[in-house]
């Protein structure tokens, strides 16, 4: 654990300042460094959704220069975007 080296004077009572060793500080990097890693894919995820969301309204305003199959599957990539999310789901996912 830290070492207290000094008190600061509180209204009522002495506070010891707490500083945490060097091991701790690596630690706190180690966390700090891979929720980073967690939300920069997570920022990525959503920004590769955002760029594809207004290419797949363009094939469903424009059925007949695509095929059957491929408008139906980009309506459904739609309504699975724009579909709300459970917690539970997110939280599975997140897990995986």
């Known amino acids: 654990?830290?070492?207290?080296?000094?008190?600061v004077k509180g209204k009522d009572q002495e506070k010891p300042v707490y500083e945490p060793t060097n091991e701790e500080l690596k630690h706190y990097c180690n966390q700090l460094?891979?929720?980073?890693?967690?939300?920069?894919?997570k920022l990525d995820n959503v920004?590769?959704?955002?760029?594809t969301i207004p290419w797949l309204f363009e094939v469903v305003k424009n059925p007949s220069a695509f095929s059957?199959?491929?408008?139906q599957r980009c309506a459904g990539e739609i309504e699975v975007i724009l579909s709300p999310v459970d917690n539970k789901e997110s939280k599975e996912s997140e897990k995986e």
């Open 47 to 51: 920004t590769s959704v955002l760029n």
């Open 33 to 41: 460094l891979m929720q980073r890693n967690q939300l920069a894919e």
């Open 68 to 71: 059957a199959p491929f408008v």
């Open 1 to 7: 654990m830290g070492e207290v080296n000094e008190k």
